[in-house]
Antibody
Framework: QVQLVQSGAEVKKPGSSVKVSCKASGGTFSSYAISWVRQAPGQGLEWMGRIIPILGMPNYAQKFQGRVTITADKSTSTAYMELSSLRSEDTAVYYC??????????????WGQGTMVTVSS | DIQMTQSPSSLSASVGDRVTITCRASQSISSYLNWYQQKPGKAPKLLIYAASSLQSGVPSRFSGSGSGTDFTLTISSLQFEDFATYYCQQSYSTPETFGQGTKLEIK
């Protein structure tokens, strides 16, 4: 079964960057898209963007354009999400999730365990 | 962006109750609607995709219906493990957006 394992918690200063990894095991990494979703403390879920590793072309939510970079390394079956110019509002749990395509309807069927990113001076 | 609005925001119910959660989209999204369950400190879990298809391994007491702008998630007979927060999500257009969540608590 496919599993997604994320890197550990991070504490960052305002204005810096963070890079979170998401390693897939047990499946064919390149053939499905990986999305990134974040959740601020006590808040709802927010989609940030996705990448299809076999194509290498990311798609970002406009809110994060210019600050987020999503990449994938097929050789290690790992996806990455880098967020720059961090501010306190970026404090959140960041999840990677696999896109499941059912006749063109995308759902997130497998999730990583989440990575807590804290932005604090 | 498509706005998703869930109601109620919170709900108290007892084991064995039948519960319905509603999700409304700000424009028509056909059947591009998914439901997730999230427990504290855990990642969301996919329950229903494409409005009414039960994800593999999810108990049959969960069901989804609707199309266009109005959708429902129904739990036919609440079990203790169902007390959690539920989110709807549209995948009709990017950015994929989620409802604000419905917290289901024990009465």
């Amino acid at each position: 079964q496919v599993q997604l394992v994320q890197s550990g918690a991070e504490v960052k200063k305002p204005g810096s960057s963070v890079k979170v990894s998401c390693k897939a095991s047990g499946g064919t990494f390149s053939s499905y898209a990986i999305s990134w979703v974040r959740q601020a403390p006590g808040q709802g879920l927010e989609w940030m963007g996705r990448i299809i590793p076999i194509l290498g072309m990311p798609n970002y939510a406009q809110k994060f354009q210019g600050r987020v970079t999503i990449t994938a390394d097929k050789s290690t079956s790992t996806a990455y999400m880098e967020l720059s110019s961090l501010r306190s509002e970026d404090t959140a749990v960041y999840y990677c999730a696999r896109d499941y395509d059912s006749s063109g309807i995308i759902a997130f069927d497998i999730w990583g365990q989440g990575t807590m990113v804290t932005v604090s001076s | 962006d498509i706005q998703m609005t869930q109601s109620p925001s919170s709900l108290s119910a007892s084991v064995g109750d039948r519960v319905t959660i509603t999700c409304r989209a700000s424009q028509s999204i056909s059947s591009y609607l998914n439901w997730y369950q999230q427990k504290p400190g855990k990642a969301p879990k996919l329950l229903i995709y494409a409005a009414s298809s039960l994800q593999s391994g999810v108990p049959s007491r969960f069901s989804g219906s609707g199309s266009g702008t109005d959708f429902t998630l129904t739990i036919s007979s609440l079990q203790f493990e169902d007390f959690a927060t539920y989110y709807c999500q549209q995948s009709y257009s990017t950015p994929e957006t989620f409802g604000q969540g419905t917290k289901l608590e024990i009465k």
